[in-house]
């Protein structure tokens, strides 16, 4: 059974940096794409970053590029998103997905999902 599990959110102030990971289970995800979404109340589902596994190629939203930053840990089968400069926009709930193949972008591509994690950012 996979199972992909969020942790490292909370509350901070503008400015400040969080590091969220992702334990990945039950299956190898050499070939994958991880990717990470965010879901700020009243809002959809966006693309934040993705990173594929065999070959660490990286993808960012522009909001987010120069400030976040994808990596994932083969030994651990985590997959990390370091936070930094964040701002009162980034408040949402943060997803972990994978998907086999295809669009990084697209959220309804990817077929296992974490339970999120909230980051609030304050002023």
């Known amino acids: 059974q996979v199972q992909l599990v969020e942790s490292g959110g909370g509350l901070v102030q503008a400015g400040d940096s969080l590091r969220l990971s992702c334990a990945a289970s039950?299956?190898?995800?050499?070939?994958?794409?991880m990717g990470w979404f965010r879901q700020a109340q009243g809002k959809e589902r966006e693309f934040v970053a993705a990173?594929?596994?065999?070959?660490?190629?990286?993808y960012y939203a522009d909001f987010v590029k120069g400030r976040f930053t994808i990596s994932r840990d083969n030994a651990k089968n985590t997959v990390n998103l370091q936070m930094n400069s964040l701002k009162l926009e980034d408040t949402a709930v943060y997803y972990c997905?994978?998907?086999?193949?295809?669009?990084?972008?697209?959220?309804?591509?990817?077929?296992?999902w974490g339970q999120g994690t909230q980051v609030t950012v304050s002023s």
């Open positions: 997905a994978s998907r086999p193949g295809g669009s990084v972008y697209a959220y309804n591509g990817y077929n296992y």
């Open positions: 039950g299956r190898t995800f050499r070939g994958s794409i």
């Open positions: 990173i594929t596994w065999t070959y660490e190629n990286t």
